[in-house]
Structures are given as structure tokens and as C-alpha cells.
């Protein structure tokens, strides 16, 4: 199993251009979730999804688009990128919550993230 | 607004001493999750203890809680120099969404 695979690791764009940062998992799990790591900030949650065609927003959506159309994939897509995105990415995937409570549930597992650097 | 808040925000010790991680939350959890992170590296899940546990051990990893306080604890015994990292509390709600803290900065001398 590779878990989460996160792609690019590192990716510097101007201002005003956009990308995609792409998100994939091979364990079968329902739930998907996109973080970013600031400096003495933690991690902050920006989109997540319950399954496949569903998604709703976390803490700091604004600036950031994504979709599931397979359980397998939640990719992020920065529209016109900011130096404020200026950050680390990290992708997570896990079980729901419906389908832990009966099992054993290992928590969430985290991708190794993109750098991303906005100039 | 981020659920877990870890205290202290850094923390320097001896090895083969134990380092102890406080974490307050504000409101209702399922569960709370406590990871662990190298520098420069993603998230490495740790222990997870559930709202209606009290204690939970794992090597050498002991995690309360007390759901009356809203707070949670992680102790590392007998700690050693690969114990450094970055170490997050996390609180996983009603509503799906998972939630960190800023973190605990443990750094292990040899």
C-alpha cells in the first residue's frame, strides 16, 4: 500500500497563477481532508469530503477549490495564487466515522506535503 | 477557530526523562488524536483515545483524558533523542472535521 500520495513536493508559482495539488489514496477510505501548515500556526483545515461527491469547507477555504469524483482522489486547486498561500499542504484520508465506531479505527494518515511558494 | 490548544509550546529535556504534553479543547469530541511530526515531514498518527475513555497506554505512550476539564494529556516515558518532533493534539468532532493545535516543540538531549 503507498497510503497518501501527494504530488508535487515542491512547486513555486507567481502571483496570479493557478495549479493543482493532487491528492491520492489507495486504502478505500471515505473521508479526504486538505490542511495547511504555517509557521506557529498548526495545521488549519481547508476542505474536506465525507466521500465521493461531497465536499464542504474547513477553517480557510477562501482562495481554494477542490472536488471527489472517486473515493480514491481529492485533488486542491489554487484559482489565482496569493503569496498569503504561501504554505505547506498536507492531504489525510480515513475512515468515517460511521465506519469506525464498530472497527479499529488507526486514525488519520497523513501525506508527506507540498511546499508551496507563492512570488 | 482551532479546537486544540497544546501547552507548553516548547519543551527541553534529558534523556531517559519523561515529557509531558497538556491539550484543552472547547467543546464535544468523538475522539482526540495526538500526533507526532519530524521536521520537515508529514503527520504520523500516535494514539487515539475516545470520549468515553479515561486512560490509554501504547509503548511507551500514556494519553488521558477528562472530557470535565475539556483536557488531555500525553506523557512519553523514558524518552530518548528520536523522540524529537514537533507533537499535536487533535480533536475529532461531531461534524467530521478534525482539528490541531499548534503543537508541542519536544526536543530530547542527548
Known amino acids: 500500500n503507498a497510503g497518501v500520495t501527494q504530488t508535487p513536493k515542491f512547486q513555486v508559482l507567481k502571483t496570479g497563477q493557478s495549479m493543482t495539488l493532487q491528492c491520492a489514496q489507495d486504502?478505500?477510505?471515505?473521508?479526504m481532508s486538505w490542511y495547511r501548515q504555517d509557521p506557529g500556526m498548526g495545521l488549519r483545515l481547508i476542505h474536506y469530503s465525507v466521500g465521493a461527491g461531497i465536499t464542504d469547507q474547513g477553517e480557510v477555504p477562501n482562495g481554494y477549490n477542490v472536488s471527489r469524483s472517486t473515493t480514491e482522489d481529492f485533488p486542491l486547486r489554487l484559482l489565482s495564487a496569493a503569496p498569503s498561500q504561501t504554505s505547506v499542504y498536507f492531504c489525510?484520508?480515513?475512515?468515517?466515522?460511521?465506519?469506525?465506531?464498530?472497527?479499529?479505527?488507526?486514525?488519520?494518515?497523513f501525506g508527506s506535503g507540498t511546499r508551496l511558494t507563492v512570488v | 477557530s482551532q479546537q486544540g490548544e497544546e501547552d507548553p509550546q516548547a519543551l527541553s529535556i534529558q534523556e531517559g526523562e519523561n515529557a509531558t504534553m497538556n491539550c484543552s479543547y472547547k467543546?464535544?469530541?468523538?475522539?482526540l488524536q495526538w500526533y507526532r511530526q519530524n521536521s520537515g515531514r508529514g503527520l504520523v498518527h500516535l494514539i487515539l483515545?475516545?470520549?468515553?475513555?479515561r486512560e490509554k497506554h501504547s509503548g511507551r505512550l500514556r494519553v488521558t483524558l477528562d472530557t470535565s476539564k475539556k483536557s488531555s494529556s500525553l506523557l512519553i516515558t523514558a524518552s530518548r533523542a528520536a523522540d524529537t518532533a514537533s507533537y499535536f493534539c487533535?480533536?475529532?468532532?461531531?461534524?467530521?472535521?478534525?482539528?490541531f493545535g499548534k503543537g508541542t516543540l519536544l526536543t530530547v538531549n542527548p
Open positions: 489525510a484520508s480515513s475512515y468515517s466515522q460511521g465506519t469506525y465506531m464498530g472497527a479499529l479505527f488507526r486514525g488519520y494518515t
Open positions: 486504502m478505500n477510505h471515505e473521508y
Open positions: 467543546t464535544s469530541i468523538n475522539n
Open positions: 483515545i475516545r470520549s468515553n475513555e
Open positions: 487533535a480533536v475529532d468532532g461531531s461534524n467530521y472535521k478534525l482539528t
